[in-house]
């Protein structure tokens, strides 16, 4: 990155020191007017073919627009105004200079006046994903009483299912950044009830013993003052918090199935300097905020999937522990905050583990293979929207 940005301060360099060269020889205003604007006119469609400043692209995860199809000449010639348009559409989408320019765009926004498109900034650095926090996290306040209940009838329904074939159901739902530590998330765009629906939904599960619920928010709270356990500029939890709830799941799954399992791991953490989060993509600036991330230093051996995963599973793990007694076969339904217990050991404490992705939900519970024994349902608080597309 240092030497694209020396490149850029060469070549700016370069046409203000021909600029000063043109005024002093008393070149014709007019004519350096129109130069440089030929210049600035010319430039992206050279930089579009010949890539000269190389600089880092957007990520956008979307497929940019393709060339429209044909001869140039002759459908402009046969097609004028819908060529046209389609090339003008794939021009903007395509021209050389863009990314740095919105960069740039975005840089400015950020730095100067503290603001971005996708992101609300917190204090410190803290990142939150506007999506989340201004839509997502208000629809769920928005959603209605018989919403709310018929997701409750759902996960009743489900435990018992599950319950009546012998297989024990175990809840985790995993709050947002920011309600965990909303002291960072400043100058809110909206605000929620005291009590929100996500607060509500605890309440729910802890009020049903047979529903089997490790409470994740409680042990949030309780550590996060001694703890960071969110990551400032990624929208996940990080190795600390998935530790944590990992001991917890431990622990709780031999109270309810009179099992011993001990927990076998210590947690050793490294700082990784500099980390970078996915968050910063939404950012899209020309540098980004940067932080000191904790992480696991050596993940446990067993914490690697088995390439041979059968569908619709993401991931299958055979424990290689065998000098302790260990829990049954095991199925998470979760989404991407899983990634982080590969991390913690919990997979080693299950004679083997699958997971399923929590968009899969509709395949839940005829997926579920018969000689699994525990299902692990980790959610995060705006899950609650999806309304649990289960059978």
């Known amino acids: 990155m240092f030497w694209h940005n020396l490149k850029l301060i060469l070549i700016s360099t370069l046409i203000g020191s021909v600029s000063v060269f043109i005024f002093r020889k008393k070149i014709n205003q007019k004519v350096l007017f129109i130069a440089i604007f030929l210049l600035l006119l010319v430039f992206p469609h050279i930089q579009t073919k010949t890539n000269i400043i190389r600089y880092r692209p957007l990520e956008e995860n979307r497929k940019k627009l393709t060339i429209p199809p044909g001869n140039f000449i002759t459908e402009i010639y046969n097609n004028q105004k819908i060529y046209t348009l389609a090339y003008e559409k794939y021009f ?3 021209y050389g200079l863009r990314d740095l320019f919105i960069r740039l765009k975005n840089q400015i926004d950020y730095s100067l006046f503290g603001v971005s498109d996708e992101v609300l900034l917190g204090k410190d650095n803290w990142l939150f994903y506007k999506s989340v ?11 209605s009483d018989v919403d709310f209940q018929n997701i409750q009838d759902k996960i009743l329904a489900l435990n018992k299912y599950f319950q009546d074939r012998g297989i024990l159901l175990v809840m985790m739902p995993v709050p947002m950044k920011n309600s965990v530590y909303p002291e960072y998330y400043i100058n809110p765009t909206t605000r929620r009830p005291t009590v929100t629906k996500f607060d509500k939904f605890m309440t729910y599960l802890k009020s049903h ?3 089997n619920t ?12 001694q703890y960071q356990l969110f990551y400032k500029t990624d929208f996940h939890w990080n190795d600390t918090a998935a530790y944590l709830i990992s001991q917890e799941t431990i622990k709780s799954i031999n109270k309810w199935t009179n099992n011993s399992t001990p927990w076998m791991y210590q947690l050793n953490t490294r700082v990784d300097t500099n980390f970078v989060g996915g968050q910063t993509n939404y950012l899209a600036t020309l540098t980004s905020p940067k932080e000191d991330a904790v992480h696991v230093a050596n993940s446990p051996k067993g914490s690697v999937p088995d390439p041979a995963t059968p569908k619709p599973f993401l991931y299958y793990f055979k424990s290689p522990v065998t000098n302790q007694k260990l829990l049954p076969k095991t199925l998470f339904i979760g989404n991407s905050y899983f990634l982080n217990f590969l991390n913690t050991g919990i997979i080693d404490h299950f004679s083997e583990t699958l997971m399923i992705h929590s968009n899969d939900m509709a395949k839940i519970p ?3 293979p018969k000689d699994v024994k525990i299902v692990i349902w980790q959610l995060i608080e705006v899950d609650l929207l999806k309304g649990f597309l289960f059978k």
């Open 92 to 94: 903007n989408d395509n």
């Open 133 to 143: 926090v201004e839509r997502e996290e208000i629809l769920l306040e928005q959603q």
């Open 209 to 211: 013993p047979k529903i």
């Open 214 to 225: 490790i409470d994740v928010p409680e042990i949030l709270s309780k550590n996060k003052n």
């Open 366 to 368: 005829s997926a579920v």
